[in-house]
Structure formats: structure tokens, C-alpha cells
T-cell receptor, first 114, second 112 residues
Framework: GAGVSQSPRYKVAKRGQDVALRCDPISGHVSLFWYQQALGQGPEFLTY????????KSGLPSDRFFAERPEGSVSTLKIQRTQQEDSAVYLC????????????FGPGTRLTVT | GENVEQHPSTLSVQEGDSAVIKCTYSDSASNYFPWYKQELGKRPQLIIDIRSNVGEKKDQRIAVTLNKTAKHFSLHITETQPEDSAVYFC???????????FGSGTRLLVRP
């Protein structure tokens, strides 16, 4: 079946612009995660949804970052007033399990803030 | 806080040799340990995982071992092939947390 998809795959934003990144999880997957991956590093947790409920947002780096999953399927990560330090690959993962088990990743969105 | 350390950061082996990557974790409540393979510009792919109720798991050329007392786990790849070249990440998670904590990655190069 179809895996996790993300769009856009690449995004260039001028500093100060708002961006919205989309994640389509595997159909039926309860859990959805957002991670940030800096160049040469492992993914770092941003936030977690179980269905439409955001149960953990402890990894969001600032209040400029906001995520939602209103109908328990598609999720959007929004970054307001982008800064250069926001440049990274944003990965979405989903799982049929709750909590952190068996996560399947999307291809990521590479965000470059100029 | 929670932390996963991964070694080595780079590993170069001859085709056919074995490769071993090691990780240690800090949260004693962790009970799930996956390994991901990430090729350049691609998504991380789950290649094998282990739960804390077992000490070893094998899938063809790939095996993972877990020492819960010492809080470390390892990935073993035997009979390496050039297509095994990639960055490998270990991670820790489980019942105690919603998230996975990732190591910093090991770049594996298999020389033909």
C-alpha cells in the first residue's frame, strides 16, 4: 500500500515568511509524529498526535511552530515568521500503534530559509 | 535528559566483511529499540527492531542484540554488500514515552 507522503518535498522561504508542511500518514494509522532532522544528525522529536489529539508537543522549539491534525488523518506543521535556524528536513512518521512503536517515515520536506 | 549515544560515526568495511554499530541509552524505562537505514536524500527505513523482553533478533544478514543491564544494543550486518552503504540510526522508546530518541547516526561505506 501507499506509504507516508509529504508535501512539498522542497520549500524555500524568505526569513519572516510563514510556511505550511503537509503530511499524509498511512491510512488507518492512529499515531502521527513530526521530527526535525538537521544535516548530519538524527531526527529530533517535535510533536505527537494520537488520532486528532495532540498528546505531546514538548519538542516544538518555539511558539512559532504549530501542528494540527483536525480529522485524525492529514496533519499540517506550520512555522510562522521563519528564521534561518529553522532550515532542516521535517519528517513525518505514522504508526498503527500508540506511543513510539514501529514508526514509518515519509520522505520529508527540506526547508531552506534564506 | 533522555539520550542515545551511537558509535562509530563512520565505518568503512570491505564487501563481505561484517559491520557492527553500537548504541547506549540513558532512560532505563526504554523498552523498544529500532534501527533505521537512511540513504542520501531518502526517508529513514525501519530495518529491524527489538523489544526488551528478548536479547537478540535476527533477520537474514541483520541481527540486533540488547543488553538491558548495561543499557546498550548493537546492530550486526554480516556479508556486507555495496547496497548496505547508508547512514544507520539507532533509537530508543517505548511505553514510557510517545517519542523515539535517535542516535546521531553511523555512515557505513561498503567498499566493493
Amino acid at each position: 500500500g501507499a506509504g507516508v507522503s509529504q508535501s512539498p518535498r522542497y520549500k524555500v522561504a524568505k526569513r519572516g515568511q510563514d510556511v505550511a508542511l503537509r503530511c499524509d500518514p498511512i491510512s488507518g494509522h492512529v499515531s502521527l509524529f513530526w521530527y526535525q532532522q538537521a544535516l548530519g544528525q538524527g531526527p529530533e522529536f517535535l510533536t505527537y498526535f494520537q488520532n486528532e489529539a495532540q498528546l505531546d508537543k514538548s519538542g516544538l522549539p518555539s511558539d512559532r511552530f504549530f501542528a494540527e491534525r483536525p480529522e485524525g488523518s492529514v496533519s499540517t506543521l506550520k512555522i510562522q515568521r521563519t528564521q534561518q535556524e529553522d532550515s532542516a528536513v521535517y519528517l513525518c512518521a505514522s504508526s498503527w500503534r500508540d506511543r513510539g512503536y514501529e514508526q514509518y517515515f515519509g520522505p520529508g520536506t527540506r526547508l531552506t530559509v534564506t | 535528559g533522555e539520550n542515545v549515544e551511537q558509535h562509530p560515526s563512520t565505518l568503512s568495511v570491505q564487501e563481505g566483511d561484517s559491520a557492527v554499530i553500537k548504541c547506549t541509552y540513558s532512560d532505563s524505562a526504554s523498552n523498544y529499540f529500532p534501527w533505521y537505514k537512511q540513504e542520501l536524500g531518502k526517508r529513514p527505513q525501519l530495518i529491524i527492531d527489538i523489544r526488551s523482553n528478548v536479547g537478540e533478533k535476527k533477520d537474514q544478514r541483520i541481527a540486533v542484540t540488547l543488553n538491558k543491564t548495561a543499557k546498550h544494543f548493537s546492530l550486526h550486518i554480516t556479508e556486507t554488500q555495496p547496497e548496505d552503504s547508508a547512514v544507520y540510526f539507532c533509537a530508543a522508546g517505548g511505553d514510557s514515552s510517545y517519542k523515539l530518541i535517535f542516535g546521531s547516526g553511523t555512515r557505513l561505506l561498503v567498499r566493493p
